[in-house]
């Protein structure tokens, strides 16, 4: 028997090739042992240590929503990347967020619903029950995205506002911290690392982007951030007001029209590389210029600009 143990023990995995950069000046190597040694209780209440510890919050020992959307960028990552590492993709950040929107979920939208769903899914209820913390199971065996778990102040309710709004904040966090330094052309950009799972061929960054595939509630989520961030100068609500002030029909393009819109939002003339608006009030920029670089393709030769964009979104949206 000690020897059919041996046998089936796993060597530990190397050091992964990802760096454990903070922003917060956290040391991430004992996290890193306990999750190598598969030690999952004692790697999820560190976890939360350190989140704690990132938000200043560890006198008070919990965290609000805003706190969450405060998280330094660069720590999540690296938390998120280590839970994913070392668990073989079955626990961690990632996982979560992949399940809360398997369910039906939106990230960053909390329901009772779809909580209870994820609930069942990641085995934290039984038979319609929430589980006590100390019913988990921490081992690997546990069902995907099981853990980590103490990242909402234990397995109840208040969990799911931890889940959604923490799989909101890694998803978007590069977005949002440009749009909240103002960086707008660096946030445009950013966009398309958020919609590369709409490519024709997701295993390439410079595949052909899909734009009409773009669910709605991505194109809702990037719009209300532009919203929020540029005190609604900037969005594809914004936009579209000027399609239609400009008499721009989506299901018939004429170009006099096109063109009027692209005058009226200041795309006319703009180069790609530009980072002239990088930085400035929001009211120098002409209203309704971002977002613009959803329309970048790799597959567009020569200007390597879909120009026509806007009008190719799903309908249904609410854009038009």
Same mark, same amino acid.
């Given at each position: ?126 038979? =319609? ?24 102040? =234990?397995?109840? =309710?208040? #969990?799911?506002?931890? #889940? ?104 006319? =003339? #703009? ?8 930085? #400035? ?40």
């Amino acid at each position: 028997m000690i020897l059919q143990s041996c046998l089936l023990e796993q060597p530990p995995k190397p050091d992964p090739l990802f760096q454990l950069t903070s922003t917060a000046n956290i040391d991430y190597k004992p996290l890193q042992a306990l999750l190598r040694e598969h030690q999952w209780k004692a790697a999820d209440r560190a976890t939360f240590q350190i989140l704690l510890k990132i938000s200043q919050r560890e006198a008070e020992g919990w965290l609000s929503q805003s706190d969450v959307e405060k998280l330094a960028c660069e720590d999540l990552h690296t938390l998120a990347q280590l839970w994913n590492y070392y668990s073989d993709s079955r626990f961690g950040f990632i996982q979560q967020q992949k399940i809360w929107e398997s369910v039906g979920g939106i990230v960053g939208n909390y329901t009772p619903e779809i909580a209870e769903k994820f609930g069942d899914r990641v085995g934290w209820r039984r038979q =319609g029950q929430w589980k006590t913390y100390e019913q988990l199971k921490f081992s690997k065996s546990a069902p995907e995205g099981h853990l980590p778990a103490t990242t909402g102040n =234990g397995v109840s =309710g208040g #969990v799911w506002n931890g #889940v959604a709004s923490i799989t909101h904040r890694l998803k978007y966090c590069h977005f949002v911290d440009a749009l909240a330094s103002q960086q707008w052309v660096t946030a445009d950009w950013k966009i398309l690392d958020l919609l590369d799972p709409y490519r024709a061929d997701t295993r390439s960054a410079t595949a052909s982007l899909l734009i009409a595939d773009i669910p709605c509630s991505e194109l809702q989520e990037i719009d209300r951030l532009w919203l929020k961030y540029s005190n609604k100068r900037f969005g594809l609500s914004v936009q579209t007001a000027f399609l239609k002030t400009t008499g721009n029909d989506p299901k018939e393009l004429n170009w006099e029209h096109y063109a009027d819109f692209e005058r009226a939002v200041g795309w006319s =003339g #703009v180069h790609h590389q530009e980072d002239d608006y990088n930085g #400035v009030d929001p009211q120098t920029i002409p209203r309704g210029h971002f977002p613009y670089r959803i329309g970048y393709s790799y597959e567009t030769f020569g200007s390597g600009f879909h120009r026509t964009w806007r009008l190719d979104l799903n309908p249904n949206c609410g854009f038009y």
